[in-house]
Structure formats: C-alpha cells, structure tokens
C-alpha cells in the first residue's frame, strides 16, 4: 500500500502542465450538475459492466455488483436521489460525460494526463500495478520477462491505462489493442495474443472464474496507477460534494468494509 506521500507525488506528477487547459475550461460557462441532479431526481453513474470487483454485471443473475456498484448507491442515498446506471467502456465514458449522459464516472478509472484534460478528477481511492495473464500451459511466457520478446503478442483492452502504458513499454513484442466486442481473455485462448495486461481487479477474477488463467506478478509496482472517480470539468460545486463524500465514507468505514467485500483491500489507498 502506497503512503501518503508517495501518493501526492504521483498525483502532482499525473497532472503537472494541466494548469493552463483548466484555466481554458474555466473561461466555459457550464450548468452546475447538482443543479441538473436535482431537477431530474435521478444520479446518473457510467460503469462498464465487465469490470470484476468493481462495477460487474454477474452472468448468473444479471445483477451489478462491485465496490463501485455500492459506493454509487451509497452516494445516491446521501443525495436523496434516484439512482440510474449508464453502462459504457473505456473508450467512450468521456463522451458520455460530456455529452451529460452520466453525472459521474464510478468504474475505478485510471488518472491520467491524457484523461485529465477532459474530465476532472476525484481524490484518489485505489492504487494498482499492472499484472500480466496468459495461459498455464503457456510454455514461451514463465515470468515478466519472457512478455517483452520477438514473437510475443501482447494484449491491451482499447482505451485502458493498459494501452499507452505497453506502447510505450515494449521494444520487441507485438501489442494488440482490443476494442469491444472483442475480449482480452478471448484473444489469449485462440491463440492470437500471449498474455493480456491488466490491473489488480480484473486480473483476480482471472484466477476466480477461469482455470486457465495464470497471473504474472510485475516487478518494482510496474505501471502503477491512481484510480479515482471521473467527472465533468469546470464543477467545482460538484466536485466538492463527491470529495466530501468520499472523505466521510473514508473516515466512517465504510470504504474500507466495500473494498474488503469485494476483495479490494491490498490496493485500497486508506
């Protein structure tokens, strides 16, 4: 678990240079979105619905489940508001914020500079690496090392934190950008990719659902990131109740008894 500190530091990092675009977005006069909540009655959240542990649709039952799932109704109630759930991916969610679709983004979404200039961002309420599946039988890819080789076909989910992060990573393997309807997991049992890449959430239901699956540790916390929740920029008003809210289900527990009911805890930021 990351501490304080280093935890500033990243996110000084991730946002450093941003001042200017802010400042551009504040010369835009937006409606306030408590504003629009209110009037219709209803809190729309973006989640994308195949993200285990954190906003999961169960196959069993068609239910949503996930820490997300639960903080949204739970921020919900604290507004007095109906709840309403606008399912999306990653590549879209930001259009879907802009174009009013969802007040707010609760899908564990990655901070980063290229994401930070057109939706703001919460304070930070998880931290992960970046982990690596491929087969057990998969005799070529043993360790972390083995993925960055010729011949190796490296697959990323299009518009994940995954995505920029291996293309700037890999010097010999091959990467392949899967975009939906496609899945990572699809690609790696036909044979056409090696290992996909992914965070600690969606790499434990790997191991959860699919005996196949193997995780690859990475080495020295490789990719880390700052997971937030992601919403329209220039809302300051907005932004305050979100924090707000994350600060007092932070400091009454209720935070930390979600991350641990859906297996969440080692990369919850306390």
């Not at 006069?29 to 285990?52: H, K, M, N, Q, T």
Request: hydrophobic share 45%; with cysteine.
């Amino acid at each position: 678990m990351l501490s304080r500190i280093a935890l500033k530091r990243m996110a000084l990092a991730v946002i450093a240079g941003l001042v200017p675009i802010c400042e551009a977005w504040a010369q835009i006069s937006l409606p306030p979105r408590l504003d629009a909540i209110r009037s219709r009655g209803e809190l729309r959240v973006c989640i994308w619905p195949d993200y285990f542990a954190i906003s999961y649709r169960n196959s069993r039952n068609s239910e949503l489940e996930g820490l997300d799932v639960d903080l949204a109704r739970a921020l919900a109630g604290r507004l007095s508001m109906r709840l309403g759930f606008v399912e999306t991916n990653f590549v879209a969610f930001m259009d879907r914020i802009d174009a009013g679709d969802c007040d707010i983004a609760m899908m564990a979404v990655g901070i980063t500079p290229a994401r930070a200039q057109r939706v703001a961002f919460s304070r930070p309420y998880l931290a992960s690496p970046v982990y690596a599946v491929t087969t057990r039988d998969n005799t070529r890819i043993r360790n972390w090392a083995d993925i960055d080789t010729p011949g190796t076909v490296v697959a990323v989910a299009a518009g994940t934190i995954q995505e920029p992060l291996m293309g700037r990573s890999l010097r010999r393997a091959e990467m392949l950008v899967v975009a939906p309807p496609r899945s990572r997991e699809a690609e790696i049992q036909s044979g056409r990719a090696d290992v996909f890449m992914s965070d600690f959430a969606y790499t434990r239901r790997m191991l959860l659902m699919h005996d196949w699956a193997r995780v690859i540790e990475p080495p020295d916390r490789f990719g880390e990131t700052l997971y937030a929740w992601a919403l329209p920029m220039n809302d300051p008003a907005w932004m305050g109740e979100v924090n707000n809210f994350l600060g007092a289900i932070r400091a009454d527990g209720t935070l930390a008894r979600a991350a641990a009911k859906h297996g969440l805890t080692p990369i919850l930021i306390r």
